[in-house]
Every structure is written in C-alpha cells, then in structure tokens.
C-alpha cells in the first residue's frame, strides 16, 4: 500500500511538473508573439510616421488600385478604371469606374475619391469634410455615383460598419472602408444591372429622337440651301429679262431707223426716177437753149 501510495504521488508529480513546462511554454510563446505584434504595431506606426500626408494618401489609392487589379480580368473585363487626369474644370477626383454593354450603353460610372491621414496629424479631418467637392467632381465627369474610400475617423461607429448610405447629404453618395472597395463597386452594379433593359430602351428612344432631328435638319438645310440658289437664280433671270427687254427696246429703235432710212430711200429713188431733161430745165431758159443747141449738133 505504501508503495502504491509513493507511486501514486511520484506520477502526480511527474504530471504536474508537464502540466507546468507545458504552461510556461505556452505563456513563452504567448509572450513571444505578443512581442513580434508589438514590434509590427511600431514598424508600421513608424512606416506612417515618417510617410506625409501625401505619400499616406497614395498608398490607400495604390491599395484600391491593387484590389482591382486582383480581379479586373475575370469580374470586371468591360470595366474602365483608371486615375482621373483631368482638372480641366478645376478639380478632379482620384479614380473613375466605367462600364458598358457590348452595344456601348453605359451600365454604371462611379466617381471615387480616397482619404487618410496620419496618426500623428493634429487637426482630424472629417468625411463630411469632402462630400461636396466629391458631389462636384462627381457632376462634372457625368458620373453616376459617388463613393469616399476613407480611413478618418477611425473611431467612428457609423463609418466602421463598412459601408455608409450618406445619400441624405449628397445624392448617390456612400462612404466605405478599404475593405469595401471592391463590395460597394460590385453592389452598385448588380443594382444597375437589373435597370440595364431601361437603359437599353431609354437609348433606343434617345438614338431614334436623334435620328428625327438629323432628318429635320437635313431637310432644313435642303430648304435653306434650294431657297437660297433659287433666290439667286430668280434674281439673275430678272437681270436676263431686263437685259433682253433693254436689247428688244434697242433693236426695235433700229428696226424703225431701218424702216425710216427704207421710206427715205423708196423716196429718194422714186424722186430720181421722176427727174427728166424737161423738168431740170423748166422755168429756166439759158439751160433750154444749151439743150436745144446741143440737140440740134
């Protein structure tokens, strides 16, 4: 019995010493690895401390981009995604969506603009700090919707759900967190997706209107253009006809010149045919007596 008991008690000891390497091993590790996050958490902490405020913001657009750059030839391959270049007007956003149909009806255009900010910044920006510059953007690109990718205000219970319906503020407006960049943008989708046969219908009817006014303005131009050449024409034949009235006028004063000349001419021949010997010397004796003497000879 007694040495039952001493067995007993040295197995119990023998578990219980295990049962202890076995907790400060784990405690060990635990330790460890409480370590190596803490020495990441001020890796980073560092990163973005050393990072402006600039260089932040580029790493969250960069992260977007690389995001959809993932998936872009299997779930987005008629999709347009790019930075948006163009401050024409002043402003520009950071990234435009676009999609078509294989007849070219848009489906979906999104404007999107990213921010962050470092831990360390003194004043804290707010999301609704950026909602009507990104609504004006959003109106000058003929875009659809508008979404803020945001990190600001971290702590804000409203914005940590994700994805934030802010349309109260800003018509079409959602403010997401990074991880719902890709969701937000195949949610707007789907939902446009199921609209796409009104947008078909809505382009057809907006294709055809456009077609009635080309024919109504070709023929317009046709009215406007023959009116002006018969204008013209009108004229010059008026200025034809005056011409040939002016030389009817004019070779008729000739043809009754020509008659005149012709009576003066008829006269003139039947007054020389009317002239005799007899009548030149009549009333006038001297050129009777050289007549009579030159006919005696």
Request: with cysteine; glycine share 2%; proline share 1%.
């Amino acid at each position: 019995i007694k040495n039952k008991d001493t067995e007993k008690a040295l197995e119990l000891t023998t578990a219980l010493a295990k049962v202890e390497n076995e907790k400060n091993s784990t405690i060990a590790d635990l330790n460890a690895q409480i370590k190596s996050k803490d020495e990441a958490i001020a890796y980073y902490k560092d990163l973005k401390s050393r990072l402006s405020t600039k260089m932040v913001g580029e790493s969250l657009e960069q992260h977007c981009m690389n995001e959809f750059n993932k998936i872009r030839a299997t779930a987005f391959r008629n999709a347009y995604f790019d930075k948006d270049n163009d401050a024409s007007s002043g402003s520009k956003g950071d990234f435009i969506y676009r999609e078509c149909d294989e007849n070219g009806v848009e489906i979906i255009s999104i404007m999107f603009e990213m921010k962050n900010e470092q831990d360390t910044t003194s004043t804290k920006k707010k999301n609704e700090h950026f909602f009507k510059e990104l609504d004006k953007d959003r109106h000058q690109k003929n875009c659809e919707y508008a979404v803020l990718v945001s990190l600001l205000e971290s702590d804000s219970e409203l914005y940590n759900a994700g994805i934030t319906d802010v349309s109260y503020a800003y018509d079409k407006m959602y403010v997401v967190r990074p991880q719902c960049f890709i969701p937000i943008i195949t949610i707007l989708r789907n939902a446009a997706m199921n609209t796409l046969s009104y947008k078909e219908e809505l382009e057809k009817v907006r294709n055809e209107n456009i077609d009635i006014t080309m024919f109504e303005q070709n023929i317009n131009t046709f009215k406007e253009g023959f009116a002006r050449n018969y204008e013209l024409a009108s004229r010059r034949f008026g200025e034809a006809i005056t011409e040939i009235d002016k030389s009817i006028a004019h070779l008729t004063k000739i043809k009754e010149n020509l008659i005149s000349s012709e009576n003066n001419l008829r006269l003139a021949n039947k007054k020389a045919d009317a002239l005799t010997i007899k009548s030149l010397t009549k009333n006038n004796p001297t050129m009777q007596k050289k007549f009579a003497e030159l006919k005696g000879e």
